[in-house]
């Protein structure tokens, strides 16, 4: 399993997570290769289909970054966002996928150091779990 | 409005285990204001059925639709050509729309992905409330335009009981009494003498009592 690459999307705002991935590369700041960056404009356009789509086309994680709670450009984007990942967590629990697997993450643009805290705390988590096709089989239920 | 709520995943799983290939039609009616059934719930399903399938090994191929309307033939007959190739529809209609489905096209089997539940509106987004139950015989010109039917637990005309209790009903402490809300409402609209008659028993045939209901509006047949 040590070999297992995680993939891992990450849906980020431009006006934090995007600036501060930039950062981190203008920082010179090492983090794991794993993560594959989807710029939006604001997390509030995350919608709980992308990040589904995201796990259904190969991800083995998902995470979206925004803005601190209550610094939202477009005022409370960052806070739908959280709502979302929430019921896609509970959609991935149904379907026996680990919900672990899909997390949200609040920071500013100028936290490049965080940023590459992040894909490295979210590259170990998901090392740890596994390709998404090992979380536990959850078949149907004869009634 | 229709309000509908999706039936638990394991059992939608379930009733299409023998599957390999269906249809998936959501509704663009009611179900879509009320998140359970439009274009959008269409494809979360789609994601987590395709997502679970191929963890069982056995992988799913899911025809995507949302018909303007499932309850009417004009809107189906457009799905003919694609129901040919699957197995079986997975309809996220309302009842109404599964029934419309299987009826128009009884050679194909269509299993119900909604649980419908009641008539109502939202009070707030994404909050629904149960308002009318379809009795055939309304009576909210006197009760202050709050239905007793409804929203009464025990659908009381001459109300309320003795578990009124602060406003709320005994069966739930979260639910309104709703004679506590027709006396409100009479008495702000200066019309409490309306509870001085009392009401005779409620003739149920024009309810679900007598059997399935019909009605026409002559002049439009064709």
């Known amino acids: 399993m040590s070999e297992f690459e995680p993939k891992i999307v990450a849906y980020c705002c431009n006006f934090c997570a995007f600036a501060a991935a930039d950062l981190a590369g203008a920082m010179r700041i ?50 739908r966002a959280k709502k979302r990942v929430a019921y896609v967590k509970r959609l991935l629990e149904e379907i026996g996928t680990n919900p672990q697997r899909v997390e949200m993450f609040n920071l500013s643009s100028a936290m490049g150091g965080r940023f590459a805290e992040i894909v490295e705390e979210m590259t170990e988590r998901i090392k740890e779990l596994g390709p998404v096709e090992a979380d536990g089989e959850k078949g149907p239920v004869d009634k | 409005m229709i309000v509908a709520d999706r039936k638990p995943i394991e059992e939608i799983l379930n009733s299409i285990k ?3 290939k269906i249809m998936l039609a959501g509704c663009g009616g009611c179900v879509t204001i009320c998140f359970s059934g439009g274009a959008k719930a269409v494809e979360l399903l789609a994601s987590q059925i395709k997502m679970a399938r191929k963890k069982q090994g056995r ?17 189906i007959d457009q799905l003919k050509d694609d129901l040919k190739s699957v197995d079986a529809v997975l ?7 599964v029934q419309a489905m299987s009826e128009r096209h009884p050679d194909t089997i269509t299993i119900p992905g909604l649980n419908t539940k009641f008539m109502g509106y939202p009070i707030e987004h994404a ?41 709320k009903c005994e069966v739930d402490k979260d639910v309104d ?9 009479l008495k702000k609209l200066g019309r409490l003498d309306n509870l001085k008659q009392v009401r005779q028993p409620k003739d149920w045939r024009t309810s679900t009592n007598a059997g ?11």
């Open chain 1, 30 to 79: 090492q983090y794991a290769p794993n993560v594959r960056i989807i710029l939006l404009p604001c997390t509030g356009k995350v919608d709980a289909l992308l990040l589904m789509k995201a796990f259904e086309d190969g991800a083995d994680g998902v995470f979206v970054a925004g803005c601190m709670e209550g610094e939202c450009h477009f005022v409370e984007g960052n806070i």
């Open chain 2, 18 to 20: 023998e599957y390999d």
């Open chain 2, 59 to 75: 992988a799913i191929e899911i025809i995507e639709c949302t018909p303007e309307r499932q309850c009417e033939y004009e809107f």
């Open chain 2, 91 to 97: 309809s996220i209609a309302c009842g109404v729309g």
């Open chain 2, 127 to 167: 909050l629904w409330d149960e308002r009318c139950a379809g009795c055939g015989d309304c009576v909210l010109e006197w009760t202050g335009g709050v239905c007793p039917i409804a929203r009464c637990a025990k659908k009381l005309l001459n109300g309320p009981c003795g578990g009124s209790a602060n406003g």
């Open chain 2, 177 to 185: 009494c709703a004679w506590q809300l027709i006396y409100d409402r």
């Open chain 2, 212 to 222: 399935q209901r019909k009605t026409k509006f002559e002049e439009a047949m064709l």
